[in-house]
């Protein structure tokens, strides 16, 4: 148990469906943040939230959109997406101390299916 | 561009010694991560290093050399259950994660 908790692990969606993802932590961290891990690739950067401010979107397409309404809870919202968007996606917090020895711990991921 | 290399699978026998490189290059350096990612879970935290040198924590130690840019972990004793892969990750100079693909290692009894 890592302090960060995923729902739903599981997900198959079709590309015309709506549906969100939800992370929260319990560790009392200010950063936030929004992985896709595809098999054989590295982590994927999406979205970072520091202090519920948006700080990093590295050129994620529309269909994905977050929210972060406090520091405790992150939300991945999903529409239109295409068969190559099925990955697994991991949620992260941090303290959002700034420097070099600002650790992520992960949550263990939603597993999504996009048919 | 930043990069990260590491094997993406090695093999071990139960009770050896593995050990996993991981070379980068970076823009910028603010220490390097080892993290453990069983199949269908969490990747979880193993070590930190940011300076020249060998960390040893029980059975595992993670190595750097930043004028080489590489660095190593070091599993000792090897158990069925570190069956795992495991990812290096590089905090460049905007404070951002760069991550390696993972090496999976698979340990035979």
């Known amino acids: 148990e890592t302090g960060v908790t995923q729902t739903p692990r599981h997900l198959v969606m079709g590309m015309t469906n709506k549906k969100s993802l939800k992370c929260e932590q319990h560790l009392g961290h200010n950063a936030m943040y929004w992985y896709k891990q595809s098999a054989k690739k590295p982590l994927e950067l999406m979205f970072v939230y520091n202090f519920k401010e948006q700080t990093e979107n590295n050129s994620v397409p529309s269909r994905f959109s977050p929210e972060c309404p406090n520091s405790s809870h992150l939300f991945l919202h999903l529409h239109t997406l295409q068969p190559e968007d099925s990955a697994l996606y991991l949620c992260?917090?941090?303290?959002?101390?700034?420097?070099?020895?600002?650790?992520?711990?992960f949550g263990p991921g939603t597993r999504l299916t996009v048919l | 561009g930043q990069n990260i290399d590491q094997p993406t699978e090695m093999t071990a026998t139960e009770g050896a010694i593995v050990q996993i490189n991981c070379t980068y290059q970076?823009?910028?350096?603010?220490?390097l991560f080892w993290y453990q990612q069983h199949a269908g879970e969490a990747p979880t935290f193993l070590s930190y290093n940011v300076l020249d040198g060998l960390e040893e924590k029980g059975r595992f130690s993670s190595f750097l050399s930043r004028s080489k840019g590489y660095s190593y972990l070091l599993l000792k004793e090897l158990q069925m259950k570190d069956s795992a892969s495991y990812l290096c990750?590089?905090?460049?100079?905007?404070?951002?994660?760069?991550w390696g693909a993972g090496t999976k290692l698979i340990i035979k009894p």
């Open positions: 970076t823009s910028g350096f603010n220490g």
């Open positions: 992260a917090s941090s303290q959002g101390s700034g420097s070099g020895t600002d650790t992520q711990y």
């Open positions: 990750a590089v905090m460049d100079s905007n404070y951002q994660l760069i």
